[in-house]
């Protein structure tokens, strides 16, 4: 797993820097507002399978957190608005 963080995460966390730095998260490939009902469906497969749903679960809570607070049509990157704002 820790290929993943580095070679995926790590390369993810560089392409979206500019952005978050800006604070702009435009929604035009997939919106935070999809993002629950997404991870509703994770988590109920997760949970069928008896595997773990603790990550799905908060990334759910996270996603519901930045839709709240006006992040709805933004891109996942703006979830980075409600962990500044401590709202996670």
Partial sequence: MDWFLFSVVGEM??????AIDKGAYPG?????????????HIIGTSD??????????????LAEQAVAAGYGKNSYSSVIEALKKGGA
């Fill in 13 to 18: 966390i560089k392409a979206e820097a500019p």
């Fill in 28 to 40: 035009d490939v997939g919106s935070r507002k999809m993002n629950p009902t997404a991870l509703k």
């Fill in 48 to 61: 069928e399978r008896n595997v773990d749903t603790e990550i799905p679960a908060r990334n759910k809570k």
